[in-house]
């Protein structure tokens, strides 16, 4: 079991920044991949950026060159650093980890927090 607790979100006017927190307990070392999703209103959740227990990343084509991913194992807290928000970045933004045992993938997610635009 992992359980994930994000923060940082609030109200950016477009062009702003703000970091988000995902602060993992329980089941770490088991952690695969840990991600941040979005989900606007209206809209689907979607993937926003992920990063492998090697290093890799991965982020959507809407969000690359403006929000980094990356991860304090120390900490056990992976971060989303957002820069040059646009008003289309509004959402409640998730964090995820994804671990496996044997054959089967687990999903855990946090609460969310909300990031606004509010231009």
């Known amino acids: 079991q992992v359980q994930l607790v994000e923060s940082g979100g609030g109200l950016v006017q477009a062009g702003g920044s703000l970091r988000l927190s995902c602060a993992a307990s329980?089941?770490?070392?088991?952690?695969?991949?840990m991600g941040w999703y979005r989900q606007a209103p209206g809209k689907q959740r979607e993937l926003v950026a992920e990063?492998?227990?090697?290093?890799?990343?991965n982020y959507a084509d809407s969000v690359k060159g403006r929000f980094t991913i990356s991860r304090d194992k120390a900490k056990n807290t992976a971060y989303l650093q957002l820069n040059s928000l646009k008003p289309e970045d509004t959402a409640v933004y998730y964090c995820?980890?994804?671990?496996?045992?044997?054959?089967?993938?687990?999903?855990?997610w946090g609460q969310g927090t909300q990031v606004t635009d509010s231009s």
């Open positions: 990063l492998t227990s090697g290093g890799s990343t």
């Open positions: 329980g089941s770490i070392n088991s952690i695969n991949v």
């Open positions: 995820n980890a994804n671990t496996i045992t044997g054959m089967t993938l687990y999903h855990y």
